[in-house]
């Protein structure tokens, strides 16, 4: 890859607009490259056959069109593939497809390693080494629709849901909310007609509270946040979550009320239960208290066992005690199956800090 040149999957339609006048063309060129960047089968210039040769030259020369070929992949029995994308500089991130019949949502990285060393993930053990660009994060979707449009044509039996991703979840490795200008940037391509196509509604992004930047994502975006909450506790969530020694409960839960999002909209708090530590019936009515006046739903996660890390998810029943602690505070709550744990694919399981097991290479 030529560092000298501008990998075009960087820039939003805005920056293709100001890129192609740059070059000396009328701006609405950048829309054109756009139209032609994020279809499936195109990786060179030469096939943009609506951009006079001349201006395709001038592209191959300045610019490039960058994307992840041989995703590592490891499939889970429940149908949930792992994708560990190599970067150019060494790096492997990881995406995880988790299918069902009528969608298929994609669980994707927004930095590797994280900085953030919430005490129950093991991308928090990995340490904070880059922020993703656009294209980078653009790219695990791109790869991931390849994918599903190489199985529908080689072994349709396999698909378990649609042939292209329907929803983006921003849950792999990271805190998107570090790397906000990267990751609006690549929401903006992901909704542009032109590049993704795809919905607000069907875009989620996941922070552990990172308040200053939390508004803007309401403010420039318009998709779904989603808060790793996991205790209402200041004590307790400073210890699993260091963040809070920042941002504590209180001013989490007053910016959370003031989020800007359209009324029919919910915030999304990811609750994952934890034995011992934040699962009593206290724990489930401090909960209901401090929520109280949020437009939002509760997803209940069972933790996911991770090597070295000393966390167990509680009994089923007392999950469903504490599920029905908070319905009786008429809150909508759901339990969230954990889906692609045989496979360390499973929320807070993504790691490549150790060494990676290569089990399959595919050729997209
Ligand atoms: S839970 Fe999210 S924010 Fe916390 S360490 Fe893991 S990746 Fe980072």
Not at 33 to 46: A, G, H, K
Request: net charge positive; with cysteine.
């Amino acid at each position: 890859m030529n560092s000298t040149k501008t990998d075009l999957k960087n820039l939003t339609q805005e920056g293709l607009t100001a890129y192609a006048e740059s070059l000396g063309q009328p701006g609405f060129r950048g829309k054109q490259i756009m139209s032609w960047l994020y279809r499936p089968d195109v990786v060179d210039f030469s096939e943009m056959t609506d951009l006079a040769k001349a201006f395709r030259r001038v592209l191959a020369e300045n610019a490039y069109i960058s994307r992840f070929d041989d995703p590592i992949l490891e499939k889970a029995s429940d149908g949930c593939v792992k994708f560990g994308f190599r970067l150019d500089d060494g790096h492997i991130i990881e995406s995880v497809l988790i299918p069902e019949p009528d969608r298929n949502t994609l669980c994707i990285s927004s930095q590797v390693g994280c900085a953030m060393g919430c005490r129950f993930c093991m991308t928090g053990t990995m340490g904070f080494i880059r922020n993703l660009m656009p294209s980078e994060i653009v790219n695990q979707i791109c790869a991931v629709r390849d994918y599903l449009l190489t199985t529908e044509r080689n072994s349709p039996q396999e698909l378990i849901g649609p042939n292209r991703v329907t929803n983006v979840v921003f849950m792999g490795m990271g805190e998107p909310l570090n790397n906000l200008q990267n990751v609006l940037d690549s929401i903006s391509i992901m909704t542009e007609q032109k590049g993704l196509d795809m919905a607000t509604r069907k875009i989620t992004v996941s922070t552990c509270g990172v308040v200053p930047q939390m508004r803007s994502v309401g403010e420039h975006s318009g998709v779904n946040l989603a808060i790793s909450l996991h205790s209402v506790n200041d004590k307790v969530r400073s210890e699993l979550m260091p963040v809070n020694r920042k941002y504590d409960v209180k001013t989490l839960l007053d910016t959370c009320r003031h989020f800007p999002m359209p009324k029919r909209k919910r915030i999304m708090f990811e609750y994952t239960l934890l034995e011992g530590i934040n699962d009593s019936d206290r724990d489930a009515r401090e909960l209901a208290k401090k929520l109280r006046g949020i437009p939002c739903k509760i997803n209940l996660l069972s933790y996911n066992q991770c090597a070295g890390l000393p966390y167990k998810s509680p009994p089923k029943d007392k999950i469903l005690r504490f599920q029905n602690i908070l319905i009786n505070a008429h809150y909508t709550v759901f339990i969230r199956n954990s889906r692609g744990a045989d496979i360390a694919a499973a929320c807070g399981q993504l790691s490549t800090k150790a060494k990676k097991k290569q089990t399959q290479n595919y050729q997209l």
